[in-house]
Nanobody, 117 residues
Framework: VQLEESGGGSVQPGESLRLSCTASGIFGFAFMGWYRQAPGKQRDLVAR???????NYADSVNGRFTISIDNVRDTVYLQMNNLTPEDTAVYFC?????????????WGQGTQVTVSL
């Protein structure tokens, strides 16, 4: 299984970014999503989505970020609007095979998102 990420970068507060993650070598999954890790902190869920569109969001991004899925391309998108410096982190795509799995089974390499003046 490979997860290919793209879309990170540096922006100013209030701006937007879109992250993409494409999975290959997988024949099914429970969730695909995005997690982030700031320096010195643990990796936390940002948003995840199931193949049928069930979504979970972290409270800190609810209303600003939107996760969507293209099941034909096995690609998940994270639209991030109204970014703040607190959103600065390395963002990792994660794929969870079973609903019962507590954490993703597969990870992407991570993409840096930096929000600053």
């Amino acid at each position: 299984v490979q997860l290919e990420e793209s879309g990170g970068g540096s922006v100013q507060p209030g701006e937007s970014l879109r992250l993409s993650c494409t999975a290959s070598g997988i024949f099914g999954f429970a969730f695909m999503g995005w997690y982030r890790q700031a320096p010195g902190k643990q990796r936390d869920l940002v948003a995840r989505i199931s193949p049928i569109g069930d979504r979970n969001y972290a409270d800190s991004v609810n209303g600003r970020f939107t996760i969507s899925i293209d099941n034909v391309r096995d690609t998940v998108y994270l639209q991030m609007n109204n970014l703040t410096p607190e959103d600065t982190a390395v963002y990792f795509c994660g794929l969870t095979v079973l609903v019962s799995d507590a954490q993703p089974d597969f990870w992407g390499q991570g993409t840096q998102v930096t929000v600053s003046l």
